[in-house]
């Protein structure tokens, strides 16, 4: 079964028709995702900002990432969910769309970039805790992920623009 | 002027015109849009979260509306200007749009709320003021970004 074969699969499913013809939920859904990016978004920029020595400067790196971390992957997990849900109520269309393939692949980068972080840069963190301007590598990890997860929000902006849609009726049964 | 000749006054300037004229303008001005969101809704998370006693905590809330007021200011200033070049490019759809003016009030409530018992509460010395306060003024701000943001996206619907 390809991935298009799945997302076929997926559309004549009844919970996907039920969210896409809903005239409440996929609107709610559509908002939480939304306005749940100032939680995961907006403390992972702040959490950046200090990793970049530009913002929180009084607090030290550790207490940050100890403090904020929890609620940032708490907005991570409901913008997932409600991801997911918006896919599962137009596969076809979302799989073939290019802004959601270039979303997917940024989203993929940031992560990575996350993991790299999270098992190497970081082992040295008591060095430059408490640094206003922590070392080059930091900041660039910082830097990094702003500019991905800028990326990962403005594709996923862009899904609801369809300039260079496939017509999924075009394409190979 | 009326108001709603004012709006189409907006909506028919050559800005507006280039906007609606243009196919790409919209989605970008709208992804600024979204970017500015992102910074500002974590700013004003920061100081909200340390006023209900989460996040950073209490005592960091004086510091924390220091640090992060040149990130609030400037993606407010950002959130303005591409907010009005929007509103430009539909303003007589948005004159009858329900959702803009609850937006409109919600964003000039949380405005003056935030100028005045916000950065007072935040900026006192904590030991003066009851954590009771200090969660309600939190709480307060939390639900008047709120209403803002999802009027916000509501104005997108229909």
């Known amino acids: 079964m390809s991935p298009l074969e799945a997302c076929r699969w997926l559309e004549g499913t009844r919970g996907s028709i039920a969210l896409h013809e809903s ?21 992972t920029v702040m959490i950046d900002l200090r990793l970049l020595g530009a913002g929180l400067l009084e607090t030290p790196v550790s207490k940050v990432i100890r403090r904020l971390g929890p609620w940032m992957l708490a907005g991570f997990a409901v913008m997932v969910v409600s991801g997911a849900l918006l896919f599962y109520a137009v596969p076809v269309k979302t799989y073939l769309n290019i802004f959601f393939r ?3 692949t940024f989203l993929l980068m940031a992560g990575l970039n996350v ?8 082992r040295t963190m008591p060095r430059w805790d408490l ?10 990890a910082g830097g990094v992920s702003l500019l991905l997860w800028a990326a990962v929000a403005v594709c996923g902006r862009m899904i609801a623009y369809n300039w260079f849609d496939k017509i999924p009726t075009a394409l190979p049964r | 002027m009326s108001v709603l000749a004012l709006f189409t006054w907006f909506e028919q300037s050559w800005i507006g015109e280039g906007i609606r004229a243009s196919r790409w303008l919209f989605p970008v001005i709208e992804s600024v849009h979204l970017l500015a969101l ?10 909200n979260l ?7 905590g209490r005592r960091s809330a004086a510091e ?18 591409s907010g009005f070049l929007l509103f430009t490019s539909e303003a ?38 009851t954590a009771w306060w200090s969660r309600t003024v939190g709480l307060v701000s939390l639900l008047l970004w709120f209403v803002v943001g999802a009027a916000g996206r509501w104005i997108g619907f229909s």
Not at chain 1, 116 to 121: G, I, L, N, R, W
Not at chain 2, 50 to 56: I, R, Y
Not at chain 2, 100 to 125: E, H, N
Request: proline share 4%; net charge positive.
């Open chain 1, 23 to 43: 005239i409440w939920v996929y609107p709610i859904v559509e908002s939480v995702h939304v306005l749940t990016l100032c939680l995961f978004l907006g403390l």
């Open chain 2, 64 to 81: 924390l509306w220091h640090d992060t007021w040149p990130w609030f200011a400037g993606s407010l200033a950002l959130m303005l200007g």
């Open chain 2, 38 to 47: 992102a910074v500002i809704g974590g700013s004003v998370l920061v100081v």
């Open chain 2, 92 to 129: 007589v759809k948005l004159y009858y749009h329900e959702a803009f003016w609850v937006k409109m009030s919600a964003l000039l409530a949380s405005l003056v709320f935030t100028a005045t018992v916000q950065r007072r509460t935040a900026l006192a010395d904590p030991e003066r003021v």
């Open chain 2, 50 to 56: 340390s006023l209900l006693g989460l996040g950073l």
């Open chain 1, 115 to 122: 993991a790299v972080f999270h098992f190497t840069t970081s």
């Open chain 1, 131 to 140: 640094d206003r301007k922590p070392p080059l590598r930091v900041r660039l």
């Open chain 1, 102 to 104: 270039l979303k997917m």
